[in-house]
């Protein structure tokens, strides 16, 4: 059964930082896209960054240059390293697994998502 | 910021139909990238609905049916119930952006 758990959040002080982990089983994270989705207090989704099966990484304009993208293989974990925060980046962190390419669909999606970690930035 | 458009609301009575728009770009669902829809019930991470415009993961009832467009896509509930009550989020990605891009989000109410 494929499970993603996310750990690492809570309270920092604006140009603190904080390092997420999400720890999947049932699958190999190396194999996969994986990427952290975040969700502002009442708000929408929004991609954060991926890391490809690769090691190719990408961010939103939002967070480049902040936020690191990277996977321990051994550990079967991702992690996503958050620098100089700010109070928008307080949200629901989530790690979510790209899926790939399933029957005729040409992938970019996410097919299972972990429980979520919350991040609040503030004095 | 979202880069993917849709009605901030829709409301039906029990076993009505509704719809939900996404509307995008050249760059995304006009590329030629799918259209995926999740849904999110209150407090809970969101769940892969409809893949590749128009395809249910197992498990998902048949009442949910998506469809794409040009540069837009499209995602029904037929015979509306109550615990379709949920926010809906449509997502694709962006070539100019080099990343996943998602809706602005529908809330569906069940009157």
């Known amino acids: 059964e494929v499970q993603l758990v996310e750990s690492g959040g809570g309270l920092v002080q604006p140009g603190g930082s904080l390092r997420l982990s999400c720890a999947a089983s049932g699958f190999t994270v190396s194999s996969h896209y994986m990427s952290w989705v975040r969700q502002a207090p009442g708000k929408g989704l929004e991609w954060v960054s991926v890391?490809?099966?690769?090691?190719?990484?990408y961010y939103a304009d939002s967070v480049k240059g902040r936020f690191t993208i990277s996977r321990d293989n051994s550990k079967n974990t991702l992690y996503l390293q958050m620098n100089s925060l700010r109070a928008e980046d307080t949200a629901v962190y989530y790690c979510a697994r790209d899926g790939g390419a399933i029957g005729d669909s040409s992938g970019w999606l996410f097919d299972y998502w972990g429980q979520g970690t919350l991040v609040t930035v503030s004095s | 910021q979202s880069v993917l458009t849709q009605p901030p609301s829709v409301s039906g009575a029990p076993g009505q139909r509704v719809t939900i728009s996404c509307t995008g770009s050249?760059?995304?669902?006009?590329?030629?990238?799918?259209v995926h829809w999740y849904q999110q019930l209150p407090g809970t991470a969101p769940k892969l609905l409809i893949y590749?415009?128009?395809n249910r993961p197992s498990g998902v009832p048949d009442r949910f049916s998506g469809s794409k467009s040009d540069t837009s896509g499209s995602l029904a509930i037929t015979g509306l119930q109550a615990e379709d009550e949920a926010d809906y989020y449509c997502?694709?990605?962006?070539?100019?952006?080099?990343?996943?891009?998602f809706g602005t989000g529908t809330k569906v109410t069940v009157l």
């Open positions: 050249s760059s995304n669902i006009g590329a030629g990238y799918d």
């Open positions: 890391i490809y099966s690769g090691g190719s990484t």
């Open positions: 997502q694709s990605y962006d070539s100019s952006l080099s990343g996943y891009v």
């Open positions: 590749g415009n128009s």
